[in-house]
C-alpha cells in the first residue's frame, strides 16, 4: 500500500515558523487559523479564524470574474475588478461609432447596464471540502492512464453529485500534485452587465510600456453588476432579470496605504509552478520562454498590421491582442527574472540537498521514475506549444473543432464525457459559439493560423502528425491553398450557421456539410490521440509526484520553512504589507504614486495620452476628500510585497480592517518570475489605490449615483 502522509500536518507545522511578515504564500483559507501568530505580527486586526469560512465576510465578497478575480462592493451585486479583466466586456459592447473602450462607459441607471459577452462567469465560492480519500480510492494499483482515469471518473461523480441542485459549479481541485484534493462549490452568476468603466487613456495607461513596470499611473478598473431571476436563482440574461443580492460585500476604506501598513489579498490565483522539478525549471529557462516569445512575436505583428489597415479588425482583435501583449511581456519577463534570480542553479541545489534526505531515499524510485516521465513529455514540447496556440488563437477554426468533438463527446453517457463537453459545459459552448461573430475576421484569423502552421511544418518529422499533414500540405504553397479554400466556402462565420451545427451537435447528430466541419472531422481524431498519449502521461505523473512532494515537504520542515500548495486557480489570501524595492544598486523605489507621474508621463500620442478632463482636474487641484495627507495631492497606485500572479488580477486588496484600500492589476517587472520563484528582494504587486478610484468617479468621469451606492460618499 502507497504510503500518505498529512499535507496539513506538514504544510502548517512549517508555516507556524514563518517570520513575522509572510510575504511568500498563497494559503488556502483553511490554513489561515493556524498562521494567526503571523498574521497577527503582521498587523491584521480581525480574527484569523474568520478568513477560514468561505461563506462569510470577507472572503464571501471575493468571486472568480471571467479570467482575474473580483469583488462585491454593494449588496445589489456591484462587483470591482480591473478594466483589462473586463476587457471583453467592453470590447463586446464597442462598435467603430460607439467606441467604449476609448470613450469609457457610465450607465445612467440599471436600466442603461449592457451585457456582457455570453461566455463571461462570476463564480461565487460557497463550498471548499477535503475529498482526498473519495478521488484516490479507485487509484490504488493503477498506473498511467488507468491512473488517470480512475481520478477523472471519481472527480466526475464527485462533480455530478455536487451540481445536482442546480446553479452551482463544481470542480475537483488537485492540491500539492496529486497528494490531497478538494471540492470546490461555486455559485454560478450568468447575468453579468457593464456599469461603468474609464476610458482606455485611463484605465490602460501606458499600455504595454508600462506593463509590468513600476511607477505606475494606470486606472485600472471596471463596475460591472450580476444579475439573476426573480427567484433569486442564477440564469441568462434576460430584461426581466434582478440584481444578485451579494453574500457580503467589501466597505471602502476613507483612508489610504502607507509604507510599512498590513495589506492583505484574496483571489484566484491561476497557476504556479514553484514546487516542480529542477529539469522542469531548466526546460522553462532554456526552451519554454524564449520559444513563446518569438511565437507571440509573430502573432502580435500580424494583429498589429491589420489594425492599421482596417478599423473594424482592430476593434474586434482588441482583446486577442492585448492578451497576446500581455503574455508576450510576461512570458519576457518571467524569463529575464528567472536568469536573474538564478533560478536553475538555486532548484537544482535545492533539489540535491533534498534528495540526500533519508526521507528522499524512501522515495527515490518513484522520483526517478517521475523524471522519465518528464522528459518523455519534452520530447514533442514544440508540437504541444503550436498546438496550444492553434485552439486558442482562431475563432472560427475553433468553433469547427469545438463542435465536431462536441458531436463526438455528446455519442457517449454524460459521465464518460471529456470534461468540458458535458451537459453543464453546453451553455459555455453556446456563449463560445456565440461571442464569435465580434471577435472574428477572416484576413486576420487565416494570417494568424500561417503563423502558426508554418512554424508546425517546420518540425522535425518525428513530431508531425499525418492528419495535420494530410490537411494542410507540408509548403507554404499547399497551405496558403487549403486556408484559401476553407475560409472561402465556409459559411460558419455566421451566427446562425454556427447555432443550427451546435444543435445537432449536443444531441450526437450529423450537422449540415461545411468545408470546416469536415477539416475538424478529420482533426478530432488527432486530437483524440494526442490525448491518449498526454493523459497516460499525466496519470503516471499524477501518481508520482506525491512521492516528490512528501521529499519535499520533510526537507522544508527540517528548515521550518512554509509549504502551501502551488496555485491552481482556487480561492487564496496573502499578507504581507506596503513595501516600495530597489530593483538595482543606487536606485530605490518608493511605494506610492501621484497624479503629478500622470502629468510628467503625458506626451498626448498614445498611450501617454491622458484624456483633458483628467489633466483639467489634476490642474485644478480639487483632491479634496480624497488627498493624501502626507503627500498633500492625490495618490494613484501603490506597491505591496504580497504574492500574486496571474489570475489574482482584480483581486482586492484590504487593510488591517478588512476594509478595501487597492485593486491589485499587476505585477513589477523584475517579479514576473514569481510564478516559478519567490523572490523577496524583488517581489512586488501593483494596485489601484482606492481613493484614485473615488477622485475619478467623483469630480473627473462623475458617477456619484454608483458612489453611493458603494458607500463611498
Known sequence: MRRRLSTSALALGAALSLPAHADEGMWMPSQLPQLAKPLRE????????????????????????????????????????????????????????????????????????????????????????????????????????????????????????????????????????????????????RDIRLVYAPPRAIGNYGDEIDNFMWPRHTGDFTLLRAYVGKDGKPAAYSADNVPYRAPAHLPLAKDGPKAGDYAMLAGYPGTTYRHRTAAEFDEQVNWTLPARVAVFDQLIDVVETAGVRDADAKTRYAAQLQSLKNNRKRAAGELEGLRRSDAVRVRADDERDMLATEAAAKERTDIDALNASIAGGSAVRERELLLALFGSQSQLMRAAITLERLRVESAKPDAERESGYQVRDHALIEGLLKQVQRRYAPDVEKA???????????????????????????????LKHALDTLYAGTKLGDEAERLSRFAAAREGKPMAADPLIGLAAKLVPVQLALEQERKTREGEQLRLRPAYMRALFAWRQQQGRALYPDANGTLRVSFGRVDGFSPRDGVRYTPVTTVAGIVEKNTGDVPFDAPKPLLDAI??????????????????????????????????VLNARGELIGLNFDSNWESVSASWMFDPRYKRAVHVDMRYLRWLMGKVYPAPHLLEEMGAQ
Not at 479634496?624 to 483581486?651: I, M, R, Y
Open 448 to 478: 494568424l493560423l500561417t503563423v502558426l502552421l508554418t512554424r508546425y511544418q517546420q518540425l522535425p518529422d518525428a513530431q508531425r502528425l499525418p492528419g495535420f499533414d494530410a490537411a494542410f500540405g507540408r509548403t507554404s504553397a499547399a
Open 42 to 189: 503582521a498587523g491584521f486586526k480581525g480574527r484569523p479564524q474568520a478568513l477560514a469560512d468561505v461563506t462569510a465576510a470577507p472572503l464571501s465578497a471575493v468571486v472568480r470574474a471571467g479570467g482575474g478575480t473580483g469583488a462585491f462592493v454593494s449588496p445589489d451585486g456591484l462587483i470591482l475588478t480591473n478594466h483589462h479583466v473586463a476587457y471583453g466586456v467592453i470590447q463586446y459592447n464597442s462598435r467603430p461609432e460607439r467606441n467604449l473602450i476609448d470613450d469609457g462607459f457610465t450607465a445612467a441607471d440599471r436600466a442603461g447596464e449592457l451585457p456582457a459577452n455570453p461566455d463571461f462567469r462570476v463564480l461565487v465560492t460557497v463550498g471548499y471540502d477535503k475529498v482526498t480519500d473519495a478521488v484516490l480510492k479507485d487509484a490504488a494499483g493503477k498506473t498511467g492512464r488507468a491512473y488517470f482515469d480512475a481520478i477523472d471518473r471519481a472527480s466526475k461523480a464527485i462533480v455530478a453529485e455536487c451540481e445536482q441542485e442546480g446553479g452551482v459549479r463544481c470542480s475537483v481541485a488537485n492540491m500539492y500534485y496529486g497528494t490531497d484534493f478538494y471540492r470546490i462549490r461555486q455559485l454560478e452568476l
Open 619 to 652: 490642474a485644478k487641484g480639487d483632491f479634496a476628500g480624497t488627498e493624501d495627507p502626507a503627500l498633500k495631492t492625490q495618490t494613484v497606485n501603490f506597491l505591496t510585497n504580497l504574492d500574486t500572479t496571474g489570475g489574482n488580477s482584480g483581486s482586492p
